[in-house]
């Protein structure tokens, strides 16, 4: 006997509905759903709500409505945001994923910067050695330069993925700094030496560095 959907709001219901019938296997990856009339009468809603509800999982990547051919199941979980994500997450997890997304694009920058990128990556790394800087604008300077290595990689993807990551990090670094702060010299010394990598060309040493920096920051957080 199919459960029928009975309590309000009915659109929020019935996507509930399906997408439990869609992990139990009622509907396979790329099983095209039964007509509108027949799933309707099925779940015990109107048509009108059973449109909604699967509009609803086809902005969540879930089914995908093709013109002619049916509703078809393309996923079968619904893919959360960054922002969903991030939110739940530890700032250590956020770092470890910093090391993977960070070592690769040092090494790509090496090989791949540019006099432009370079220019860039020595600008920022003197803005962030400035001294007597407030612990926000710190941050700040030091996300700018870890940016500025990450796009001399030329890879949109990594730019992107460091991007998501950045705003979970900042308030996190302010309130570590504020209360222990690292060693300027010995902080600043491991950022010269990743942007001399890059410039010397050398890949191994640039993931290196990057790796080697980014692990002291999240031995500080556990």
């Not at 929020?12 to 099983?31: F, S, V, Y």
């Not at 250590?92 to 960070?102: Q, S």
């Not at 090989?111 to 007597?132: E, M, Q």
């Not at 942007?195 to 692990?215: C, E, N, Y």
Request: aromatic share 4%; charged share 25%; no cysteine.
């Amino acid at each position: 006997m199919v459960t029928q959907v009975q309590r309000h709001p009915l659109a929020a219901q019935t996507a509930a509905l399906l997408m439990t019938r869609i992990r139990d296997g009622e509907w396979p990856l790329g099983h095209r759903l039964p007509g509108e009339t027949t799933l309707a009468a099925q779940l015990g809603v109107g048509r009108s709500t059973l449109r909604e509800a699967i509009r609803e999982l086809a902005g969540k990547g879930v089914l995908d409505s093709r013109q002619g051919a049916g509703v078809f199941v393309t996923a079968l979980e619904v893919t959360e945001d960054w922002d969903t994500i991030l939110r739940r997450t530890t700032v250590a997890a956020v770092i470890e994923a910093r090391i993977a997304i960070e070592a690769e694009a040092a090494a790509l920058a090496a090989v791949r910067r540019t006099p432009s990128d370079l220019r860039a990556i020595r600008r920022t790394l003197a803005a962030r050695g400035v001294p007597g800087q407030s612990v926000p604008d710190h941050v700040d300077a030091d996300a700018a330069f870890h940016r500025a290595v990450v796009a001399a990689a030329h890879n949109d993807v990594l730019t992107q993925l460091f991007d998501a990551f950045l705003p979970r990090l900042r308030q996190a670094m302010i309130d570590m700094l504020k209360i222990r702060p690292v060693p300027e010299d010995e902080d600043h010394l491991a950022h010269q030496q990743l942007a001399d990598a890059i410039a010397d060309r050398d890949p191994v040493s640039a993931a290196a560095a990057s790796r080697s920096h980014l692990s002291s920051l999240k031995d500080s957080y556990s």
